[in-house]
């Protein structure tokens, strides 16, 4: 067996152990040692059957990175030198080497095109996987719709020289950015299972023992592909806040339900009469400003026809809206994400009624609905239950006063003379 003393004839292996430290490359050998124990092959070599077990991997998608990491050999046998070789280049190596990694770990026919058919076959495995424990039986017809609605955010931009176009790697490259929960999963497929391996992580949905769970919008596969743009912090549970089939489609009770639950952050899911269902993640609360407000950490998403993520691009901060009881028409009442007034990314007005969704500069996303002009049917909210030592963290990092907090409302006050005099 190859060791991290041993001096390989194989400049590949050669190089990739310099990205470990002594310490890694031993363990990486115990783990060689145990996996090559249970693969009845006198220590010298890994079977697919140990491999297979150990990484959680099974079907299409465990077959093909044990063919990456064995180098193509299809000789059943992953040797030390094979684990970390691939090891370096998938964990250790730049973001364009792990992307080409995971690419030629999809190409199983080597022509540097991924047909929309050889990843249904992938994405199938890896929602089985995310989701055994819940639907162990599952059939891969369950996952269609999330399955078509991933592939939907694609672009299939080459032909692989028959009838079906595929994925250049410059299209796949692409999605990875729009589906960032799958980027993840298939990024961590070389780390042991666990409950917080990337990419794995789905949020536990909290509501009312009486709620209906088929009137929810938030079906645990949106939840997870959301979660994808988030911190594992972020990932552990969230809260049914509001729902407006449940608690009325009105402006002020949305408030009422959003406000002094001790979360800041939220996910705003809208369902229009056309049959979309998109949203945003609000990283601040729901308050009321005469202004665009929030931060980077906001986003918005698609989940239904289309699922796709688009991130703030920098292009400009007017992240999160919420303006209730202004009478200028040029503060218009309602919430929303991103764009400019009366040109929003995302915005549902104050009668909830009615609202907008338009092709948006400051999160580089197109407009989320079949119309620009939408008309809501159901919307609903979730807030993300922070764990405790977050809650801790973030507590002791709010500064200031409320006056402080709230710039636009301390502003007009000042006009009547009562404002404090906090710093500004």
């Known amino acids: 067996m190859g060791n991290s003393n041993s001096s390989s004839a194989n400049p590949r292996f050669t190089s990739a152990s310099r990205a470990f430290t002594q310490k890694k490359l031993e363990d990486l050998k115990s783990l ?189 596969e949106y939840a997870w592909h959301i979660g994808g743009a988030l911190p594992h912090h972020e990932l552990e549970e969230w809260k049914l806040l509001y729902h407006s089939s449940l608690h009325g489609q009105s402006f002020n009770t949305f408030l009422g339900h959003t406000s002094n639950t001790g979360m800041s952050a939220s996910v705003l899911i809208i369902k229009d009469k056309e049959g979309c269902v998109y949203g945003g993640y609000a990283s601040q609360p729901w308050e009321r400003h005469s202004d665009f407000y929030g931060d980077m950490k906001s986003f918005l998403f698609q989940l239904s026809p289309k699922a796709a993520i688009n991130r703030p691009t920098g292009a400009n901060t007017n992240i999160q809206w919420c303006a209730t009881n202004f009478t200028s028409e040029n503060i218009p009442n309602g919430i929303g994400f991103g764009g400019k007034i009366n040109h929003y990314g995302i915005f549902v007005s104050a009668s909830f009624d009615q609202g907008q969704t338009f092709e948006c500069t400051t999160f580089g996303s197109p407009s989320l609905s079949k119309t620009s002009r939408i008309q809501p049917e159901v919307i609903e909210c979730w807030g993300i239950v922070l764990a405790s030592n977050e809650l801790d963290t973030k507590h002791n990092a709010m500064k200031g006063t409320v006056l402080e907090r709230f710039k636009e409302d301390r502003n007009m006050l000042k006009l009547v003379g009562m404002a404090g005099n906090s710093n500004d």
Not at 114 to 137: A, G, M, P, Q, W
Not at 145 to 156: P, Q, R
């Open 32 to 220: 060689f040692a145990s996996l090559a124990s249970k693969s009845q092959s006198n220590d010298q070599y890994v079977s697919y059957p140990a491999f297979q077990e150990y990484f959680g991997l099974s079907g299409c998608l465990g077959e093909r990175i044990f063919d990456m990491v064995t180098q193509h050999r299809k000789d059943d046998k992953m040797t030390f030198e094979d684990l970390v070789i691939a090891k370096a280049t998938y964990e250790k190596g730049t973001d364009d080497e792990i992307a080409e990694f995971i690419f030629q770990t999809l190409d199983v026919t080597g022509n540097g095109v991924l047909t929309r058919s050889d990843l249904e076959s992938v994405l199938v495995v890896i929602l089985k996987t995310v989701f055994s424990t819940e639907s162990s039986n599952a059939e891969s017809s369950d996952y269609k719709e999330m399955v078509d609605a991933l592939l939907n955010a694609a672009t299939f931009s080459k032909s692989d020289d028959g009838s079906e176009k595929g994925m250049s790697f410059a299209d796949f490259r692409s999605w990875c950015l729009l589906v960032p929960t799958i980027r993840k999963f298939l990024g961590s497929l070389l780390m042991p299972p666990g409950p917080v391996r990337p990419g794995n992580q789905v949020p536990h949905l909290l509501y009312e023992d009486g709620v209906d769970s088929d009137r929810l919008l938030l079906k645990k």
